[in-house]
């Protein structure tokens, strides 16, 4: 590997003598098709000979058929396919050791030693006593005759590799596991069906979501959703719950609340390990409140339907690391589960991850709530701590008037520069409602720096952002005006509205605005407050983060469309699709919109092709097509080359495949930036806004003097708070300038761009190479066989 560029060469077909197979166990979850696909073509192309194992364990027992080798076309139209086409199942056979005999059995007769395990803790669980047996297992193949000694010195060790699949997310190691986050649209898509229907009646819903054993999916849901209260198994409810339930949804009616959410997990429970389920909780507000309440339980739906944008993705880098991991392994090497690490996929040792979410259990069957919570992480923790800031019964009454505003603590200010983005809504409300708790004022600018010269400013109090969570656009209005020019009249209305701190939520624009705000301090002391941007634009294009809001929305629009675009060709003749995406110059949605949706070739601005590239691709297309695979799709970013055009390129694949296949052009414009957001969206967006809030206050106070008056000089002052690795962080916009290309309006640097070999490697069929490897970026976590 070299160290330097941190990449390591990945040779094709040097792995020619191994046998790898991939299976699903246990419950299934959506993104496990498109990790198995990662699998088997990461394996053809370092030469590794793939097998799927159907029907999970009882497929590796029962062995004939259910052990099948895989190839490049039989992953094909596969990736948008919720469950898993390969079967899953309970199996008793194999935790008898005459069962686990037989799949070893099974498994050196077809040369496989490296096995990828796709479920939760009991497989893995599983797999790891598999691989301890297996050399006692193979002596007594061997003393029975069923085995040569040949075969047994071969085949003498087993390497696995756990992929975790659990909608639960409920598995202790990894930030998320395959599934979740679809689990979470299926659940948001329900609860934001079921808000049009209660706002009608004025009706309380309870909704009995999944999580026996873990809380993820309803706190997060709870905070994505506005729900009122949440019961979740790791963090039980006081017992005098339903006094605290009875008073939240009084308070919330008595404030002119049409409509009242509360989530039970299915194994919710109180302190003393009671159940509490949604008939209980129902019983409570019909008794006590006469609410017309009703329960729905979504029960299997949460596994069903397509996978998200992001399981696809995450599937893809997991299953690919899978292989590589295996490809790696030593005689000597821990067996590993390939985990999410904030934005690295990272190898840890597979039973410590096992032991710690054993010991969650362990906390809460012994009633030590506070240890479960912490076990689970730090991901968790801070959705639950999100989940409880937000759902306070009510601000305290000396914060507010009898309007229900804010009574003046500081005084805050918040607006949209640039295109809207998904998520600006439920960024504002998280800030309005954290901001008010604190007895802060809070004003709306509407219509960007336009609106604040125009005086077009509001005070929000806390009912005017109900609802906003789960809204599209961007309800204050927003516009890509820079504040060059008109610093004059922006400092004339901060005096005027006395602000003494300003949030700026959106695009390049945004932090190309503040940067100008900030620069004039020297001119205009009004412009000596604390400046926070949030970055919310689909194209992903401003440095300081690594995500922005409103592009997981946009991510999982172009993939859904992209998905019906090539069902448009289900049953015709074979067909290939040429996509535009938006972004500018960023290729980022194009990148992982390729990613996700099993595109053949992503063209953007920062990897430069060439004609002899297009042709190329033309050529693999017409591969494919004479393998079998019917469909194919080209995307490419709308500002890609000033010369191949969208147009150029449709044309060159309807000219060039003429007698193979035809071609379909779409430009997919401004639907890409519609929709209601995602829940990563939701979320982001809730927790940047708390901590802007925090920030400016700590900001304010520390920098005001005697008389009141705040004077912020220091370029700390003037921030962009984003993700970076597994953390938000503030970075002083001053800072950002040297990693900013002005020209194009995107990072000099950006993470999504190591993903651009994996694109390849899963796109190309294997005919189609002409280069002997290619190299692929390795997360620094990932150079060493286990890592804590």
Known sequence: MNSETNQRFLARGSQRDKGLAVFTSGGDSQGMNAAVRACVRMAIYVGCKAYFIREGYQGMVDGGDCIQEATWASVSSIIHRGGTIIGSARCQ?????AGRLKAANNLVQRGITNLVVIGGDGSLTGANLF????????DELEKNNTITSEQKNKYNVLHIVGLVGSIDNDFCGTDMTIGTDTALHRIIEAIDAIASTAYSHQRTFI???????????????GVISE?????????PPPQDWPDRLTLKLDQERSAGQRLNIVIVAEGACDREGNPISAEDVRKVIDARLKHDARITVLGHVQR?????????????????????????????SVPVVISLDGNQTVRVPLMECVERTQAVAKAMKEHRWADAVKLRGRSFERNLETYKMLTRLKPPKENFDEQGKGIEGYRLAVMHIGAPACGMNAAVRSFVRNAIYRGDVVYGINDGVEGLIAGNVRELGWSDVSGWVGQGGAYLGTKRTLPEGK?????????????????????FESYHAAGQISD??????????????????????????EFSLGCDTGLNEITEICDRIRQSAQGTKRRVFVIETMGGYSGYLATLAGLAGGADAAYIFEEKFSIKDLQQDVYHMASKMAEGVSRGLILRNEKASENYTTDFIYRLYSEEGKGLFTCRMNI???????????????????????????????????NMDSNGVVNCKSTDTATLLGIVSRQYRFTPLVDLIGDTNFDQRIPKKQWWLRLRPLLRILAKHDSAYEEEGMYITVDEECATDAVA
């Open 93 to 97: 056979d194999f935790r008898e050791r």
């Open 131 to 138: 691989r301890q047996e297996w050399s006692s297992l193979l």
């Open 207 to 221: 909704m009995e979501v999944m999580g026996r054993h873990c809380g993820y999916l309803p706190v997060v849901a």
């Open 227 to 235: 729900a009122d209260y949440v019961f979740l198994p790791e963090y």
């Open 304 to 332: 069903g339907g397509n996978p998200s944008a992001f399981d696809r993705v995450l599937a893809c880098r997991m299953g690919a690391e899978a292989t590589l991991a295996l490809m790696e392994a030593t005689p000597d």
């Open 487 to 507: 610093f004059k009249e922006i400092a004339a209305r901060l005096k005027e509205f006395k602000i003494q701190g300003l949030l700026i939520i959106g695009g």
């Open 520 to 545: 004039q301090r020297e001119n205009y002391p009004e412009f000596c407050i604390p400046i926070v941007v949030v970055p919310a634009t689909i194209s992903n294009n401003v440095p300081g983060t």
């Open 668 to 702: 997919l414009g401004h639907m890409q930036q519609g929709g209601s957001p995602s829940p990563f969206d939701r979320n982001m967006g809730t927790k940047m806004a708390a901590k802007c809030v925090d920030w400016l206050a700590k900001q304010i106070k520390e």
